[in-house]
């Protein structure tokens, strides 16, 4: 099979687009974001929608390039693109438990400590930012 470059592109612009958000969101403080029910429920929505971007072309790679006979979880597509080199190994463990914390904002397994979201997404959300440079570049190798 072969990739929908058309697809993943679309969902790298869609990225693209909410990292442009979250970044306007961002020169908020963190103080006056949680102190905000619209900012916050913003974060968490934005964050969400990149997550969700970005299993969306994980899984995508792997079921077109065939690189797994299993169907996977969305965090487990993290460690098989890494293992087929599509991503470093060190940055697909940082940030693969990302679907977690989608999956306790969107299914509310859990409550979410907002301090510590805030927190960890304003110190990590350049890591969206390598991550659609590692698919960039992967795209780009694999067209030359």
């Not at 970044?23 to 949680?34: A, C, E, G, R, V």
């Not at 693109?81 to 940082?94: M, N, R, T, V």
């Not at 679907?99 to 397994?109: D, G, K, L, S, T």
């Amino acid at each position: 099979m072969t990739l929908e470059e058309a697809f993943i592109n679309k969902k790298m612009e869609d990225i693209e687009r909410y990292l442009t958000e979250l970044k306007d969101l961002l020169k908020f403080s963190n103080k006056l974001i949680l102190s905000d029910n619209l900012k916050i429920h913003a974060q968490e929505r934005i964050f969400q929608l990149i997550v969700d971007s970005i299993t969306s072309i994980n899984q995508h790679i792997i079921k077109e390039l065939e690189l797994s006979k299993e169907p996977e979880d969305p965090q487990t597509a993290f460690y098989i693109l890494a293992e087929k080199q599509i991503l470093p190994e060190k940055f697909a463990f940082k940030v693969a438990p990302v679907v977690a914390v989608r999956n306790r904002i969107v299914h509310e397994y859990e409550s979410l400590d907002q301090d510590l979201f805030a927190k960890n997404l304003r110190e990590n959300y350049t890591d969206f930012e390598k991550y659609l440079k590692y698919i960039e570049e992967y795209l780009n190798k694999k067209s030359a």
